[in-house]
């Protein structure tokens, strides 16, 4: 089965149609026919940014249940001490939690194909076995 990542960026271009990403992002994730996986990170970036309408909350939510997306929780101690290092290590371009969640998400899952806007990040991260990621939106 074909699997993707999903990142907060993607999520907000998505249901902004005046986000200059917008068809990109909608092009693509209404042709996937795989499963979308994401962390519980990205969903509380994707809920606090497109905060200007009332129901977009309930919005994502209806995304996330109509798109089967499984979102997992990095939440634990040692996910927690593994996320800070990667932030740590990556703190030049910057990494934050989210992005970091998702690089640990890819390892636990083997899946290495990412929706992201996040270019620059997702070319230079590498998961802890070194694997890079490829960014599903720059093959369109």
């Known amino acids: 089965m074909n699997l993707w990542l999903l990142d907060t960026g993607p999520v907000v271009a998505y ?8 068809e990109q ?3 693509a994730l209404e042709s996937f026919s795989g499963k979308l996986v994401t962390t ?6 994707a809920m606090h940014f497109p905060g200007r309408v009332p129901s977009s909350a309930l919005i994502l939510v209806d995304f996330l249940l109509a798109s089967g997306t499984e979102i997992h929780e990095i939440a634990s ?5 593994d996320a800070a290092e990667l932030m740590a290590k990556y703190a030049d371009i910057p990494m934050d939690f989210a ?13 290495y194909s990412i929706c992201t806007l ?8 590498r998961t802890r076995s070194g694997k890079a990621f490829e960014l599903v939106l720059d093959g369109e």
């Open 99 to 111: 992005d970091a969640t998702l690089v640990l998400l890819g390892d636990q899952l083997n899946a």
């Open 77 to 81: 101690l040692e996910g927690l001490t």
């Open 118 to 125: 996040d270019r620059r990040g997702f070319r230079s991260y």
């Open 25 to 27: 992002v909608a092009t």
């Open 40 to 45: 519980s990170a990205v969903i509380v970036e």
């Open 15 to 22: 249901f902004d149609a005046r986000d200059p990403q917008h």
